[in-house]
């Protein structure tokens, strides 16, 4: 990848990330005065990158802030339920293995190459396999060989056969059904939009990955990027950047990977303040996707400008999307999503800068929020939004702290503790909150 379009754009911000890589170094365990650190040096950072508080705390004192410089751009993060492990994918198609145990950093305990580009992932249910986005499909990872670093720890990848004729590509997010039989892949490029295959996988202790496997897709808006499962298995919200049917040509050139657009700059539209039309969030049900994806969505709802990434409550009863273009962190009442979808929509925070990653922590009591700032809009930077769930829902003040970030923080993932993994994709870093230490 050619980081060197990123780091001309960034400016000040390059001062942030110096500044990040030595608190990486001084807030280690071993000094007892490292959480101080953290907050001083993350203020005075924030400040020389023009900051502005978008709640009512601009930093929290008491967070905990760490980072780790890792090898590459990394993409998604997931955490095993057992709170035991954590993996990260870099863009160039490796996966970190990081303990999680015992300490208040993760430690990097070994890298795992896998085929083709590593983008967003997820976890089956039962925390069996690792999925993460390749292509026009999957690749699937044994956890349990990963962790233990047991030979061959790549199962295989969920393909197309060339008769599917499938015309999307650019894999970036995963998701699976509750019994981990289902796969379903984002697929943000397509002819003219985007869609969501579907691959039967047989189950997570027996995956197979036949040709007969693959579905079907399901067509939807253009730049299908984020996916989530509801609790109880019965449905997937997916974000689409632009509603459709789309009239637009696609944004990349056919068979681009997700390094080749970046370095082209030709992943997306360069102003999050242009005119552009609504996105949407629209409701598959799984059981239908499973056996007929063409016909599986059952709603869409609008989701303000270019939604990206959902997340959804324990209960169920919330689903949590970024807009980007609207600087939004949007709230959703999951039944209304299915019975009125137009009027599906129950809050709208402003958060940071082109927030992307989104995650649900403290029973669904916070809601924590990467904000990219991938446009570099002026006065803005990149953070990390803490937002109060019942403040946001009843529309009072709802930003709890806004916490210091490295370049483009795009994903989340929680830790059962509620420990946050953040990866900067643009600075090549691993950030590490400890969200319940946030007042």
Known sequence: MNRTLWLARTG???????????????????????????SVIAAVALGACGATSGGRAALSAGADVSFQHVGGPPFGVVATPDGRYAFVDL?????????????????????????????????????RLLLIANGQGATV??????????????????????????????????????????VFVSLEDGQPGGAIAVYRLGSTA??????????????????????ALSPDGKYLYVTSEVAGPPVARSLFKEGQTLAQRVASGSQRPQSPRSRQPDGSLSVIDVATAERDPAHAVLATAPAMQEPVRVAVSPGGRVVWVTARASDRLLAFSAAKLVS????????SVRVGAAPVGVAV???????????????????????????????????????????????????????????????????????????????
């Not at 990330?17 to 953290?38: E, F, G, I, K, S």
């Not at 040709?211 to 079907?216: E, K, Q, T, V």
């Open 12 to 38: 000040a911000r390059r001062r942030l990330v110096t500044v990040n890589r030595h608190l990486a170094h001084l807030a280690h365990p071993a000094h007892p005065a490292h959480l101080a650190l953290a």
């Open 91 to 127: 863009l160039q198609g490796r996966v970190l293995v990081y303990s999680t145990r015992g300490s208040s950093a993760p430690r990097l305990i070994r890298s795992i190459p896998v085929p083709g580009e590593a983008v967003g992932s997820s976890l089956t249910r039962d925390g």
């Open 141 to 182: 990872v044994s956890v349990a060989r990963a962790e233990h670093g047991a030979p061959h720890p790549v199962l295989g990848t969920l393909r197309p056969p060339a008769a599917a004729h499938l015309r999307a590509a650019g894999a970036i997010e995963t998701a699976s059904s509750a019994d981990g039989r289902y």
């Open 206 to 227: 027996a995956a197979r990955f036949g040709a007969s496997d693959y579905i079907g897709s399901i067509t939807l808006g253009l730049a299908v990027v984020g996916s």
């Open 340 to 347: 009125d979808p137009a009027h599906a929509l129950l809050a």
């Open 361 to 439: 922590s403290a029973g669904g009591k916070r809601v924590i929020v990467a904000d990219s700032d991938r446009f570099n809009v002026r006065g803005a930077h990149a953070a990390v939004t803490v937002v109060e769930a019942h403040a946001a829902l009843t529309h009072r003040s709802a930003i709890l702290a806004t916490l210091p970030a490295g370049q483009f923080p795009r994903e989340i993932a929680v830790e059962p503790g509620g420990v946050a993994l953040v990866t900067n994709f643009a600075s090549d870093q691993v950030q590490t909150i400890d969200i319940p230490r946030v007042r």
